[in-house]
């Protein structure tokens, strides 16, 4: 991977987190130590935006299941999904409440596929090269789902379409952008940013951003 990421830091225009209709105490609740909230969807880069044509992009589940599964996007498209609006966390400090995406939970893409007893870990993989770990324990119950809409519109690009993993319990760096896959294991293995000295499992509420904290 090397040089093709490069972080790009991000300042974000800071909220009064005591404004807005919500009301201050539900607004400070939902705010995780540390974050300052914002209405931006900002973007940060980690290397050049992939733009893989529709025709030829996949879905892949493999490892340690009792067959390994893939879906064209006509596919993908056709599983069941559904609309969920949860709030996003950042490790650049930015948090948006009530996002609102439309996506397959990973629950859906699992089901019917047997689990070795050992797997205990997804790792999820992009296009570009970009892979992040997850317990499997952090992305099932209706934790996680692989997004294709924002806001009622196709999911753009440069935030990670056609399709992207969402982990709304996690710093966003977890949800891989442009995802293609998640390989399913029974030991973790660091991905591109926690191999850098990033936390291994990224809990925003206890402010888990870097490998010491």
């Known amino acids: ?6 972080t790009r830091g991000f300042v974000g225009r800071r909220e009064d987190a005591t404004s807005g209709p919500m009301g201050g105490d539900e607004r400070r609740r939902r705010t995780p130590p540390g974050q300052y909230l914002t209405t931006d969807f900002p973007v940060l880069s980690a290397g050049p935006t992939p733009r893989t044509p529709l025709d030829r992009w996949s879905l892949s589940i493999e ?7 893939s879906w064209s996007w006509a596919e993908f498209l056709a599983l069941p999904a559904r609309d969920w609006v949860v709030d996003i966390s950042c ?13 397959v939970s990973v629950d859906t893409l699992l089901e019917g596929l047997d689990l070795d007893p ?5 790792i999820a993989w992009s296009d570009g090269g970009y892979t992040t770990n997850l317990p499997l324990a952090d992305i099932l119950n209706s934790q996680a789902f692989v997004a ?6 196709p999911l753009a690009p440069e935030h990670g379409g056609p399709a992207r993993l969402v982990v709304p319990a996690r710093y966003f760096w977890k ?5 293609r896959g998640l390989r399913i294991q029974a ?8 191999s850098l000295g990033y936390n291994n499992r990224g809990d925003q ?9």
């Not at 050992?118 to 997804?122: G, L, P, T």
């Not at 949800?175 to 995802?179: G, I, L, R």
Request: hydrophobic share 35%; charged share 35%.
């Open 91 to 103: 490790v650049t400090k930015w948090t948006h409440l009530d996002m609102r995406w439309r996506g």
């Open 187 to 194: 030991t973790d293995e660091p991905g591109f940013w926690e």
């Open 148 to 153: 294709y809409e924002y806001d009622g519109k």
């Open 118 to 122: 050992k797997a205990a870990f997804a």
């Open 175 to 179: 949800s891989a952008k442009w995802v």
């Open 205 to 213: 509420w206890r402010e888990e951003r870097y490998t010491d904290d």
């Open 63 to 69: 490892g340690l299941v009792s067959k390994p599964v």
């Open 1 to 6: 991977m090397g040089e093709r990421f490069v």
